[in-house]
């Protein structure tokens, strides 16, 4: 039946049939066999602070390891999560490598179930990422990507909201990148030395991609290197519109060292990441603009020094602690060079977003034993301050020499404080073990205080604004989880989760005006709003997990509210000038379900013939209920059904992937002046492979999308309005067939 579902899918007879329908033609049964599924259990610390496998968690959370970027040929964040259940990253609609942003900001708007921006808190090693910035009237909004993936060991995904653990940013869900270490490479005994050099090609974007990691440890001292170069072009499209011509350049390295002492681990970390990109955007060299250039610097660099007891200290209040100071700075910088006509100069503006930070954060964790109760307790603080800035500055050289400088400063710097107290318990009542309830409680002390910034408030004069000081206090961001054990493979949870999102600095006192153009009929402004309050959110999941031999199941139902939702609203225009400004809009609604399956080496007709198996499925609708409009962040229903074999040695294996995804509609689009328009559905094959060619040598190699599938994705199709491109323009269209090829040295 398996076997018929894929031949049916692959042919695309699927196609408009109800995901729940489609969820229980190949329910997983227990009774399948196979590998150990000790081999199958990556480890994740998302859903409670502490390290818990996937199947032991409340909630549809994932892991994805390096070895599975590196089998799938990923070269992306959205890449690493193109086969993952109710998530998405789109690309700017030009058409470039999602790792390289511009004018659209690439890979800025990481979607879970119907949310994205600063509702997803995205994490390097724990320590959060820059939030998403965008008021520089969209010509160089600065994403929340500043990293290589080829320097992480693994990804962790949480999709609920996770504000009880993780604070404001988080009531969308929760993405920790780990990076490589001397753990990954050498294992827990830290002993011995590793080298691997990997060379990898992509047609997708014409990229080259050279991977060195090394790690050596003796006598309790360890130490890991890994350094990754990037170059390429543009990412082609199948459309009969080319994207803009491109060039970038990347360049990533993490150091850490780790010393074992006799009360625990102390570990330093050194993380750089830095990229380039120079393009040529001929798709907006159109009316007044006869040549742009747009040349884009992104970096990070990080600091971070750890401790964490690998011992019980068998003290009353705590077992084990671990705790963290780090600093970080995170820049993007942005010359944006334009040939004008109308009047005939020379213009250049100069970009730039910029977010410093420094923290530090404690953890203790507790077991004990209370009358007819036994807890697992994990407690601790963190606090971080931030320097924000974004900067704006437009020069004009005249036919006669001459030239004129503009600051627009486009929002007012500002410090951001964070101090926070966190609880978490897990209970089991001894006479009830098959039951674990676990609450947690959060509280967060968030301001924000902007600084009487000059070049900002002359800029911020046509509409008098005056930024303002933002303070919150919160007791209550509450979070309930419960897990019975129908036995020792099979449970069923519930989680309820109470969150909140403070506003960013930009959307208190971020400030942006367009000029009128020939090409435009009016001008327009986007005006802060310093009156701004927090959004909450009430999240609901309840699912049934199964783990056998060789694989597992789970399946899951959600619906979220959101209240005081920030989104930006057209205001009454003054005079020609049109106004935005963000404001609490009112409620969201969301729902959906979600079902995964996999199976590894399961021998279906043989034990000559082990076999991989998975199918996921994704389903969605949410609505601005003050408004009863649909929410156009929400992504059509998707389905990844995939078949593989990996040899019992391992020495080789490939996959095929099938992925459909459902069309939107006009009804599921609250479109504004004709956009976003509708897209189609449509069905994508990739196919991979990979061999060990001796002790030391491997090879993988891959297809995506054999058959030249000519389709869009929403999640960037419903973002290429603008500059007179339709939003699914044949530049919005996704890669037609194209492959990599990878070599890789291990000793």
Request: with cysteine; glycine share 8%; hydrophobic share 35%.
């Amino acid at each position: 039946m398996i076997i018929r579902y894929f031949v049916l899918l692959h042919f695309g007879l699927f196609r408009g049939t109800p995901p729940f329908i489609l969820s229980f033609l190949i329910l997983p049964t227990p009774f399948l066999h196979g590998q150990n599924r000790e081999e199958l259990e990556p480890i994740t610390i998302i859903a409670t602070r502490s390290e818990k496998t996937t199947s032991s968690t409340a909630g549809m959370d994932s892991v994805i390891t390096d070895e599975d970027l590196m089998r799938s040929g990923a070269v992306s964040l959205e890449e690493a999560f193109k086969y993952e259940p109710g998530v998405s990253i789109p690309f700017d609609f030009t058409g470039a490598d999602p790792l390289v942003p511009y004018l659209g900001s690439g890979e800025k708007g990481i979607n879970i179930r119907g949310m994205e921006g600063n509702r997803i808190l995205l994490n390097i090693d724990g320590i959060r990422q820059p939030p998403e910035f965008f008021t520089a009237g969209g010509m160089a909004g600065a994403g929340r990507v500043y990293f290589d993936p080829a320097t992480l060991s693994q990804i962790e995904l949480f999709k609920s909201s996770s504000s009880s653990l993780y604070g404001s940013d988080a009531i969308g869900g929760s993405i920790n990148v780990r990076t490589v270490g001397p753990e990954s490479l050498l294992g827990s005994s830290l002993l011995g030395k590793s080298f691997e050099d990997s060379l990898t090609l992509a047609s997708v974007n014409q990229s080259f991609n050279n991977r060195l990691v090394f790690a050596s440890g003796s006598g309790g001292l360890a130490y890991s290197l890994v350094y990754s170069f990037r170059e390429g072009g543009e990412r082609i499209n199948n459309g009969s519109v080319s994207p803009d011509p491109q060039q970038f350049q990347g360049n990533a390295a993490v150091l850490k060292m780790v010393k074992r002492l006799s009360v625990g681990n102390f570990k330093a970390v050194v993380d750089i990441f830095e990229q380039n990109s120079i393009t040529d955007v001929n798709s907006i060299e159109t009316g007044d603009n006869l040549s742009i250039l747009h040349d884009s610097r992104r970096k990070r660099n990080r600091i971070s020094i750890e401790f964490d007891t690998d011992k019980d200290w068998n003290i009353p209040i705590m077992n084990s602690v671990s705790a963290k100071v780090y600093m970080q700075d995170s820049q993007q910088d942005t010359i944006n060079l334009q040939d004008r006509l109308n009047p005939s100069l020379l213009r250049r503006r100069d970009i730039s977003f910029a977010t410093k930070i420094q923290g530090l954060e404690a953890v203790a964790n507790n077991d004990f034993n209370y009358g007819l109760t036994n807890h697992n307790i994990t407690y601790g603080l963190e606090w971080s301050e931030s320097d924000i800035e974004s900067g704006y500055l437009k020069t004009d050289l005249l036919q006669d020499g001459s030239s004129i400088l503009d600051n627009q400063n486009s929002m007012a710097p500002s410090k951001s404080s964070n101090f926070a107290l966190f609880f978490i318990d897990e209970i089991q009542v001894k006479e009830y073990e098959n039951w674990a309830i676990t609450p947690s409680i959060r509280f967060d002390y968030y301001k924000i205080e902007p600084e009487e910034d000059e070049n900002f408030l002359a800029n911020s004069a046509s509409v008098a604004f005056t930024p303002s000081k933002y303070e919150n206090k919160t007791l209550g961001s509450l979070g309930l989880s419960v897990i019975y054990n129908w036995n020792e493979q099979m449970n069923l949870y519930f989680s309820y989760n109470h969150g909140i999102r403070n506003p960013s600095a930009e959307e208190l006192n971020g400030f942006f005006e367009h000029p009128p153009t020939t090409s435009t009929t009016s001008s327009f402004i986007i005006d802060a709003n310093p009156d701004l309050e927090e959004e909450k959110s009430d999240s609901f999941e309840i699912g049934l997990q199964e783990t056998f031999d060789s694989g597992s199941w789970e399946f899951s139902l959600f619906k979220n509210y959101y209240d005081g939702f920030i989104d930006l609203v057209k205001q009454p225009s003054l005079g020609v000038v049109d106004l935005y400004t963000n404001d609490n809009i009112g409620s969201v609604e969301i729902y959906g379900i979600e079902f995964k399956f996999d199976t590894k080496h399961y021998s279906f007709f043989s034990s000559s013939t082990p076999l991989d198996l998975g199918f996921s499925t994704s389903w969605s609708k949410g609505t601005k209920t003050n408004e009863s409009v649909p929410l156009n962040s929400i992504e059509p229903w998707k389905s990844v059904f995939y078949l593989g074999y990996t040899c019992r040695d391992e020495d080789w294996g490939s996959r095929l992937t099938s992925t459909y995804r459902a069309g939107k509609n006009a009804g599921d689009i609250s479109q504004v002046s004709g956009e976003p328009i509708p897209i189609g559905d449509s069905l994508v094959l990739d196919l991979v492979g990979w061999k060990k060619i001796s002790e030391n040598w491997s090879l993988r190699a891959g297809i995506n999308n054999i058959t030249n599938e000519k389709y869009f994705l929403w999640s960037s199709a419903r973002r290429g309005g603008g500059h007179n491109i339709g939003s699914a323009d044949e530049k919005n269209t996704q890669p037609g067939t194209n492959a990599f090829i990878s070599f890789a040295a291990k000793f």
